[in-house]
DNA sequence: TATTGACATTAACGTTACGTAATAGTTTAA
DNA sequence: TTAAACTATTACGTAACGTTAATGTCAATA
């Protein structure tokens, strides 16, 4: 059986580009070139071709297939085990950029949470400072300084049972989100439950809860645009949804 | 602090080539050129260069790295979790690499085996067609060929453990013939202990042991270039050690 | 002061295993 | 006869630099 390029490409299932690459640097040589220049080749390069592809399959490289398959079995197996001497090297090092990987991950969720909290002390330290333009001024604002260190000591704190606990309840939290803007309903049932988480995750920043604070922080969703693009993210539409859903939630 | 490019590739651990290939691609240009036409790296650009050299030993890729360090915290994080999920795919075809690469060793090696199977099978058969020219023919030679038969189906029905133990005793067997040989007498007691070695492996193919077959075998070894070369790769002058050691072994 | 050695610069090729044109000739089917 | 479908060679592009090569600059020494 003879073969021209894109006959034994299709059988071999690689492009002709390859066949014709393979000649080129010697990897495999055509039995002939018939008189119009085509190459042409036969079953022994048929053979060869698919030593070469198991190889290739095996992630070795193309010089060192060369090298094997010229050589004896012995030597064969010696290239194997090189070869996987180093793939095992290799997976290792796969191994500890993954762990890096994550690692860094977390550390960014880590980090991300803390600019959040950075926010909230600011939103925290607004609103007494609204109340204190309002009200009077020692008792409010030793209450919100109260407040702001012991929200510093509590993420600070934080074990990591309650670090998890909080990713866990932020995924869910951003979740349910997703659904109830999907739904389009802010008084939804899925809605009122994504409140309630929210509150939920508030209470991991806060040391005392309430529903102004909550209608308060929600309305800076809105607007603030470092807040927005935050919830933006989640979906479109969030910031707005979530503050329409608390707000009957607070009712 | 100002750094030239060398200076600047001490402090960073990399080659000052790579500080030009970063400016020439835009990620990480000097602060200014002085006079002279030397780049002028600042400390903006160091603390640059070392997220650039973080994502890098993450194995992120330098026109990403470019994108996530011009993007916002958000956006970083969710580059590295696609990053990740390519490693985590990248590991995948690596373990079904090594375990192919794995099996192919096993199987070569069960190949080589099978290949030195054959060679005794041919020995035997020659061995007994000699006693068969010495004495009469058919009870010799119904006798060789149940031994045939035999040594075929013990090596066809070998256990996954026998093989196992094969393996083993072949890795033993060569070791210890290396430093025999190294050592350089064939009445040494290590010498002697990889005889009995042999014997044993031998044995994982022969259902009959004899003295005469043994010192016949290692003869062979000398005699055929096939069997030298296998021997000649554990060791120079193998072959001929081996029977030598045989030979006194079996007096 | 002239020279030397250690720096700097740009330009350009080499690395892997092909993909992808571009250009030109050949075979085959309609 | 013509067009489609093949063939050929040549050459650029890929990622992230390493490695010359040719040339220019700075600081220190003979």
């Given at each position: 059986m003879e073969y021209t390029v894109s006959k034994l490409a299709e059988l071999a299932g690689v492009s002709p580009r390859t066949l014709r690459y393979y000649d080129e640097i010697g990897l495999l040589s055509p039995t002939r070139i018939s008189s119009n220049g085509y190459r042409i080749y036969g079953q022994k390069e048929v053979d060869r071709l698919q030593q070469i592809l198991f190889y290739r399959e095996l992630g070795v490289p193309l010089d060192e297939i060369g090298r094997v398959l010229t050589a004896k079995n012995f030597d064969g197996l010696s290239a194997l085990q090189n070869h996987l001497a180093g793939l095992l090297e290799r997976r290792e090092q796969l191994e500890l950029l993954i762990a890096n990987v994550e690692k860094t991950i977390k550390a960014m969720k880590g980090e991300i949470i803390m600019t959040d909290k950075e926010k909230f002390e600011g939103f925290l330290k607004k609103m007494v400072d609204d109340n204190e333009r309002q009200y009077g001024e020692e008792i409010r604002k030793k209450y919100g300084?109260?407040?702001?260190?012991?929200?510093?000591?509590?993420?600070?704190?934080?074990?990591?049972e309650q670090y998890a606990a909080l990713e866990k309840l932020t995924k869910e939290l951003n979740e349910t989100l997703k659904k109830a803007v999907d739904k389009g309903d802010p008084g939804s049932e899925l809605a009122q439950k994504a409140c309630e988480l929210h509150k939920k995750w508030l209470c991991f920043?806060?040391?005392?809860?309430?529903k102004e604070a909550h209608i308060g922080v929600t309305q800076m969703y809105v607007d603030d645009p470092r807040f927005s693009e935050y919830y933006e993210r989640i979906a479109p539409g969030c910031a707005v949804f979530l503050r329409d859903a608390v707000a009957i939630y607070c009712q």
């Amino acid at each position: 059986m003879e073969y021209t390029v894109s006959k034994l490409a299709e059988l071999a299932g690689v492009s002709p580009r390859t066949l014709r690459y393979y000649d080129e640097i010697g990897l495999l040589s055509p039995t002939r070139i018939s008189s119009n220049g085509y190459r042409i080749y036969g079953q022994k390069e048929v053979d060869r071709l698919q030593q070469i592809l198991f190889y290739r399959e095996l992630g070795v490289p193309l010089d060192e297939i060369g090298r094997v398959l010229t050589a004896k079995n012995f030597d064969g197996l010696s290239a194997l085990q090189n070869h996987l001497a180093g793939l095992l090297e290799r997976r290792e090092q796969l191994e500890l950029l993954i762990a890096n990987v994550e690692k860094t991950i977390k550390a960014m969720k880590g980090e991300i949470i803390m600019t959040d909290k950075e926010k909230f002390e600011g939103f925290l330290k607004k609103m007494v400072d609204d109340n204190e333009r309002q009200y009077g001024e020692e008792i409010r604002k030793k209450y919100g300084e109260e407040t702001v260190k012991r929200s510093n000591a509590k993420v600070l704190n934080m074990s990591k049972e309650q670090y998890a606990a909080l990713e866990k309840l932020t995924k869910e939290l951003n979740e349910t989100l997703k659904k109830a803007v999907d739904k389009g309903d802010p008084g939804s049932e899925l809605a009122q439950k994504a409140c309630e988480l929210h509150k939920k995750w508030l209470c991991f920043y806060w040391d005392k809860y309430s529903k102004e604070a909550h209608i308060g922080v929600t309305q800076m969703y809105v607007d603030d645009p470092r807040f927005s693009e935050y919830y933006e993210r989640i979906a479109p539409g969030c910031a707005v949804f979530l503050r329409d859903a608390v707000a009957i939630y607070c009712q």
